[in-house]
Nanobody, 120 residues
């Protein structure tokens, strides 16, 4: 079992930045690939970023590439999503995930989510 707890969401103006954190606990957390999904009202859940278990490989969706960065610290069992140049369309609940697959739409473990609201 893996437990995931997100933090760092909030309200920010367009053009601003936020850093989301995900604290992971459980057995062999460092062996899991980690990801960040988001879901906006009325929209499907979207994978925005993923990182391999070692941290050597990352994925960013087209909608956030060049603005967001995903990273992890396996010594601290933490995963981060640095979000810069935020846009109103980034408004969503952001979820931290863990799975044995790096790119998947159905990760095994989910956090409870953190709200990000970007005002125009």
């Amino acid at each position: 079992q893996v437990q995931l707890v997100e933090s760092g969401g909030g309200l920010v103006q367009a053009g601003g930045s936020l850093r989301l954190s995900c604290a992971a606990s459980g057995r062999t957390v460092s062996s899991y690939h980690m990801g960040w999904f988001r879901q906006a009202p009325g929209k499907e859940r979207e994978l925005v970023a993923a990182i391999s278990s070692s941290g050597d490989s990352t994925y960013l969706s087209n909608s956030v590439e060049g603005r967001f960065t995903i990273s992890r610290d396996n010594l601290k069992n933490m995963v981060y999503l640095q979000m810069n140049t935020l846009k109103p369309e980034d408004t969503a609940i952001y979820y931290c995930t863990a799975d044995s697959r790096m790119i998947t739409t159905t990760p095994s473990y989910w956090g409870q989510g953190t709200q990000v609201t970007v005002s125009s």
